[in-house]
């Protein structure tokens, strides 16, 4: 399974995240968010792998971004077109967010088949960027795309059981924010590694 670590900030923080059982950390580059990040480099262990988060940047932006930071990932939060997804195929990995409140918000995935490495599937709400809350989940049982996904939004140490109980064929990975962090940008890094460790042990 592949633990994304979303919405990281400050270097020591990202050191002590990065130290547990952890694939992937997202950096978002979005100036309204809390968690937009502003250092000029990143200094991570070579195993993890670097996804920037976008709204509605333009291609020119990302693809700098990419190159700045060494980014494996480009992950679209906005309203990005199928059209900006067939741009930047052959240039960059792509993880499309899609909202999700009800079955009928799934449709938004099919126009995006077979231009994105992952879809991230978060919980619907005002504006950009995460709600703190959990969707449904049964929802996604009616989801039949063959793009592999990232279960976002809400998820909390006390998500363990929830976790432990969802299938799904597609289902590749989750995607960890607000309900690990003790201020915007900053994660409790015990909290996520005994949240993963147990996740995995049960998972093993």
């Given at each position: ?10 270097a ?8 547990g ?13 809390a968690?937009?990040?502003?250092a000029q ?22 693809l ?12 679209l ?19 499309k ?9 799934l ?19 005002d ?10 989940w ?10 592999p ?16 109980s969802?299938?799904h ?15 915007p ?20």
């Amino acid at each position: 399974m592949i633990v994304k670590v979303c919405g990281m900030r400050e270097a020591e923080n990202m050191l002590a995240v990065a130290a547990g059982d952890i694939q992937w950390m997202g950096f978002i580059f979005y100036p309204k968010s809390a968690r937009y990040y502003t250092a000029q480099a990143m200094v991570l262990p070579d195993r993890i792998r670097r996804v920037g988060v976008f709204v509605n940047a333009p291609i020119e932006e990302m693809l700098r971004k990419m190159a700045q930071y060494r980014l494996d990932y480009l992950q679209l939060h906005g309203n990005e077109s199928p059209e900006v997804c067939r741009a930047l195929n052959g240039k960059a990995r792509l993880i499309k967010a899609i909202s999700i409140a009800s079955q009928e918000d799934l449709r938004q995935t099919e126009p995006y088949e077979g231009l994105v490495d992952y879809f991230l599937f978060d919980t619907k709400c005002d504006g950009y960027g995460g709600s703190g809350r959990r969707f449904d989940w049964s929802v996604l049982d009616s989801y039949q795309g063959a793009t592999p996904f990232l279960l976002s939004g809400g998820i909390a140490p006390d998500s363990i059981a929830a976790l432990r109980s969802f299938r799904h064929p597609k289902w590749a990975g989750i995607d960890l924010n607000s309900g690990f962090e003790t201020t915007p940008g900053i994660k409790d890094a015990s909290a996520l590694h005994t949240f993963i460790h147990q996740l995995k042990t049960k998972e093993s």
